[in-house]
């Protein structure tokens, strides 16, 4: 599955279904989140049983407030519209998968 491009107008779609939800809040110009970025999408590729989602926080800061983003990047894991867990910074993959699967 690829990932989504979470916006305010699709964000309640993306969270609402039955799969744990990872959130990547990023912004274009943040070197760390570039690092990040394509290990997320590694994870899109291999996991279909996650939903994930990437949040541009320049576009949309009424997100990354409502998740109280201090830092980019910052990874958000839902589950039934639940917060799960919620780190901040450079993760290797391993990391971040045991972040969804905890």
């Not at 279909?48 to 407030?65: F, H, N, Q, S, W």
């Not at 589950?79 to 699967?101: M, P």
Request: hydrophobic fraction near 40%; glycine fraction near 6%.
């Amino acid at each position: 599955m690829s990932v989504i491009n979470v916006t305010a107008a699709n964000f309640d779609e993306v969270i609402s279904g039955d799969k744990k939800v990872l959130l990547d809040f990023f912004a274009t110009w943040c070197g760390p989140c570039q690092m990040v970025s394509p290990i997320v999408d590694e994870i899109a590729d291999e996991h279909p049983e996650y939903t994930v989602g990437k949040i541009d926080t320049d576009d949309e800061p009424e997100l990354a407030a409502k998740f109280g983003v201090m830092s980019i990047p910052t990874l958000v894991v839902l589950q039934d519209k639940k917060l799960v867990s919620k780190t901040v910074g450079k993760h290797s993959k391993a990391d971040i998968l045991k972040l969804l699967e905890g």
